[in-house]
Antibody
């Protein structure tokens, strides 16, 4: 079955950096677009970034441009999110999610991973 | 860019029907499909409606979705409410390079 497992979260000091990973299994990873979405404690969902199956098309939310970098390694069935210059407001659960459509972009997300918590605090 | 606005909370009794709205701020609601996600406490979101009114396999037909061009909004309707439906519900759409626009979420209480 399709599984997405995020890792790499933890406690980071303001100004620090983190690289989040998402390990995919149960499907041909390179055939699907992927996204990162986050959720601050007690708050709503916020889309961060999108990457196409081949990695050639990348989009970011306007508020995320500059400090966030999405990438993927199809040989390792893995998705990544590099986050730099972390701030307290970046504290959130970070989810990876797959586009449900094979070899296209549907504009929605299914399934989602279980998320990894990033806490930015001194 | 547009925004999606949802009521903060709704409540209804078991067995009743509830409708959650999602209003698009600019551009037509019909321009891009709307999805609805259910998120129970401590869990990841799951899809209950995609492409305005389609139900994934495994989602009960008590869940239905629609769009209304006149009010520029989408709606999620849950009939025959069960206590297990108590959760946060998020609408979501997209536009060209903005792949994910989420509503603020609606907390459904079944009391």
């Amino acid at each position: 079955q399709v599984q997405l497992a995020e890792s790499g979260g933890g406690l980071v000091k303001p100004g620090g950096s983190l690289r989040l990973s998402c390990a995919a299994s149960g499907f041909t990873f390179s055939d699907y677009s992927m996204s990162w979405i986050r959720q601050a404690p007690g708050k709503g969902l916020e889309w961060i970034s999108y990457i196409s199956g081949g990695g050639t098309t990348i989009h970011y939310a306007d508020s995320m441009k500059g400090r966030f970098t999405i990438s993927r390694d199809n040989a390792k069935n893995s998705l990544y999110l590099q986050v730099n210059s972390l701030r307290a407001e970046d504290t959130a659960v970070y989810y990876c999610a797959r586009d449900p459509r094979h070899s296209s972009s549907s504009g929605w997300f299914d399934p989602w991973g279980q998320g990894t918590l990033v806490t930015v605090s001194s | 860019n547009f925004m999606l606005t949802q009521p903060h909370s709704v409540s209804e009794s078991p067995g009743k029907t509830v409708t959650i709205s999602c209003t698009r701020s600019s551009g037509s609601i019909a321009n891009n499909y709307v999805q609805w996600y259910q998120q129970r406490p401590g869990s990841s979101p799951t899809t209950v409606i995609y492409e305005d009114n389609q139900r994934p396999s495994g989602v009960p037909d008590r869940f239905s979705g629609s769009i209304d061009r006149s009010s520029n909004s989408a709606s999620l309707t849950i009939s025959g409410l069960k206590t297990e439906d108590e959760a946060d519900y998020y609408c979501q759409s997209y536009e060209s390079s903005i792949r994910g626009v989420f509503g603020g979420g609606t907390k459904l209480t079944v009391l």
